[in-house]
């Protein structure tokens, strides 16, 4: 079983007014580098999809060893990031299931990942983390699930694409996967927790 990364980041950031992917989240460490790492936990391969020209997330790419899927039409929305991610993920052929993650929740935890993964690769069923009865992201997805996601369009990614009803409701100790950066007071509130 191998169980691959699949990172959105080719967002515009239009409601955090700059790139909230080099924004430190502590005194050293970009936002981007944060969820790099933490999908580190994997034993796949992680792959991230990233604007054209992106200087930023491509040299964050090379650090971490995470492979770069180029959007040249990163404003369409993060469908389109998606159905793109996916196809080149369906083109490696060797893997039976992804964890999708997000450029801007850079507090989940790698056990959290790598518990997804592990929940993803016994079932072989959606996976949706739980903390505090909330779901949250990163989520994890069966191979039976990846033509699905390929015609993902504009804003909605994968919301509508599959029953998430259906899917292991897995509870974690992870505030993490509740910490969404939109805005700079989001990130504000994420740091004095």
């Known amino acids: 079983m191998t169980i ?40 796949g391969p992680v792959f991230s999809v990233i604007p054209l020209g992106d200087d930023f997330g491509l040299a964050a790419c090379t650090a971490f060893g995470v492979i770069p899927v180029i959007n040249a039409n990163a404003d369409t929305g993060m469908g389109d990031s998606l159905a793109l991610g996916m196809k080149a993920i369906m083109a490696q052929g060797s893997v039976t299931g992804i964890i999708i993650g997000l450029a801007d929740m850079p507090w989940v935890k790698p056990q959290t990942i790598a518990l997804i993964a592990q929940t ?22 069966p191979a039976a699930a990846f033509s699905d996601l390929c015609s993902a ?41």
């Not at 690769?121 to 997805?141: C, F, N, S, T, W």
């Not at 694409?161 to 950066?181: F, K, Y």
């Open 4 to 43: 691959a990364g699949l990172i959105l980041a080719s967002g515009r950031a239009s409601r955090f007014g700059s790139d909230k992917r080099a924004t430190l989240i502590d005194a050293t460490t970009p936002m981007l580098h944060a969820v790099f790492r933490a999908f580190e936990a994997l034993d």
């Open 153 to 193: 369009t504009g804003d909605e990614g994968a919301r509508h694409l599959v029953d998430w009803s259906a899917a292991v409701r897995l509870t974690v100790d992870d505030e993490g996967i509740l910490q969404d950066v939109d805005t700079p007071q989001d990130l504000a509130a994420c740091r004095s927790q």
């Open 120 to 141: 993803l690769a016994m079932k072989q069923q959606l996976v949706v983390p739980i903390y505090d009865e909330k779901p949250g992201h990163p989520r994890g997805l």
